[in-house]
């Protein structure tokens, strides 16, 4: 079984819409993270739910909006989507929220705007 | 802020050869470090992590890690590749004092091994 699972693993979509992407983890763990990835390979976090509440949200643009609802899910919506977008979105995990904790990632959104 | 370079965005060695990935960081403030492996079409895996203490640390798979303050490096290395280490290796550093996990990745090392 999949630790942390991301769907979709492949997402290709026009500029201006909307999309969603799901991330469910079955560690029983407390916390939760986005990351994302650039076309330099650099990972950025975006946000990360502590027991479902929002402990860390960077310099995210608006149109990112992230959903938990409840601490095994943490959903990623996108409003308008820009071609800028476009990157490889990973989803995490760990049992604390501390800076020691060890992440467990899902494999990947690879989201391309066209 | 803190920074992470990964010097070499991919490496190549012969099958147990030495791999050695390098890995400098900045921070203001006394460092945790870590590193990860990504292996094709998985998720991000740790495989060791310095904190503070013994500055060689261990770490799965016979990977090891030296903390050089002097040096502000992080050098992964392993004394004899195996055709299974073929991955990419990213090297991540946290804000000791920050209440909550926020890495700082740096751009990874696709490392290759030769048969």
């Known amino acids: 079984d999949t630790a942390v699972s991301q769907t979709p693993k492949y997402l290709v979509t026009q500029m201006g819409n909307d999309k969603s992407i799901k991330c469910e983890q079955n560690?029983?763990?407390?916390?939760m993270y986005w990351y994302k990835q650039d076309s330099k390979k650099f990972l950025k976090i975006m946000f990360s739910y502590n027991n479902k509440e929002l402990i860390i949200n960077e310099t995210v643009p608006n149109r990112f909006s992230p959903k938990s609802p409840d601490k095994a899910h943490l959903n990623l919506h996108i409003n308008s989507l820009e071609l800028g977008d476009s990157a490889v979105y990973f989803c995490?995990?760990?049992?604390?929220?501390?800076?020691?904790?060890?992440?467990?990632f899902g494999s990947g959104t690879q989201l391309s705007v066209l | 802020a803190q920074s992470v370079t990964q010097l070499g965005s991919h490496v190549s060695v012969s099958e147990g050869a030495l791999v050695l990935l390098r890995c400098n960081y900045s921070s203001s403030v006394p460092p945790y470090l870590f590193w990860y492996v990504q292996y094709p079409n998985q998720g991000l895996q740790l495989l060791l992590k310095y904190t503070t203490g013994a500055t060689l640390v261990k770490g799965i798979n016979g990977f090891e890690a030296e903390f050089k303050k002097s040096e502000t490096s992080f050098h992964l290395t392993k004394p004899s590749a195996h055709m299974s280490d073929a991955a990419e290796y990213f090297c991540?550093?946290?804000?000791?004092?920050?209440?909550?996990?926020?890495?700082?990745f740096g751009q990874g090392t696709r490392l290759t091994i030769n048969p």
């Open positions: 560690l029983g763990h407390d916390t």
């Open positions: 995490a995990s760990s049992q604390g929220a501390g800076p020691l904790v060890k992440l467990f």
């Open positions: 991540a550093v946290s804000d000791a004092l920050q209440g909550a996990q926020k890495l700082v």
